[in-house]
């Protein structure tokens, strides 16, 4: 099956800092990405489609300045956490599109960012 | 709106059949049933999908009633390492909508 990582897959980083996180499509090419945010217990909430090479499109209650997206190439994603608070403090999961059908949507193993 | 409706959390003993179900009351006539699954601090797996027909394959079977109001999901021969949260979802069967999780079914296997 299409494989997908992301980097790293655990950060700690302090109030106010911003941290970046990487998502890659390994063997194949994603027209569309998401990204996933995933609070303790709690199911997998949706936070953002990126298209390679234009605007992500945000969930509603989602702040575009604070979560940038950047999918400037077919198998890489970034997603950046700016002025990261402890509330933001979640395990992010991105997913690669592989093809049409809902099935080849792909997830990756996700990154656990802790904000203190 | 949650469009699948699961039970939080079930139970199985390690080596018997798990029966995971889903009811799906207003699926539309071209959404397929997913079945996807959790393990802990790990990105969610593809298990299987249908559309109206039973299917199986190496991880599991997937049964939807004949009126397609409701599906169940089998493990057949449950182990240690099927323990995991279990999402239901529906959605078309192509197209670039992105899945979308509801609170899923937390499958504990006991030895």
């Known amino acids: 099956g299409a494989v997908v990582s992301q980097h790293p897959s655990w950060v700690i980083c302090k109030s106010g800092t911003s941290v970046k996180i990487e998502c890659r499509s390994l063997d194949f090419q994603a027209t569309t990405m998401f990204w996933y945010r995933q609070f303790p217990k709690q199911s997998l909430m949706l936070m953002a489609t990126s298209n390679e090479g234009s605007k992500a499109t945000y969930e509603q209650g989602v702040e575009k300045d604070k979560f940038l997206i950047n999918h400037a190439s077919l198998t890489l994603s970034t997603l950046t956490v700016t002025s990261a608070h402890p509330e933001d403090s979640s395990f992010y999961i991105c997913?690669?599109?592989?093809?049409?059908?809902?099935?080849?949507?792909?997830f990756g193993p996700g990154t656990r960012l802790t904000v203190t | 709106d949650a469009k699948t409706t699961q039970p939080p959390s079930m139970d199985c003993a390690e080596g018997r059949a798990a029966n995971l179900p889903c009811n799906h009351s207003t699926i539309s006539g071209n959404e397929y049933v997913y079945w996807y699954r959790q393990i802990h601090s790990q990105g969610p797996q593809y298990i299987i999908h249908g559309l109206k027909n039973n299917e199986t394959n190496e991880m599991a079977s997937l049964i939807i009633t004949e009126d397609r109001k409701s599906s169940t999901l089998i493990l057949p021969h449950a182990t240690l390492r099927d323990t995991a949260v279990y999402y239901c979802i529906v959605r078309v069967y192509s197209g670039n909508t992105p899945l979308v999780f509801g609170k899923g079914t937390r499958l504990s296997v006991i030895a």
């Open positions: 997913s690669a599109r592989a093809g049409t059908e809902a099935y080849e949507q792909y």
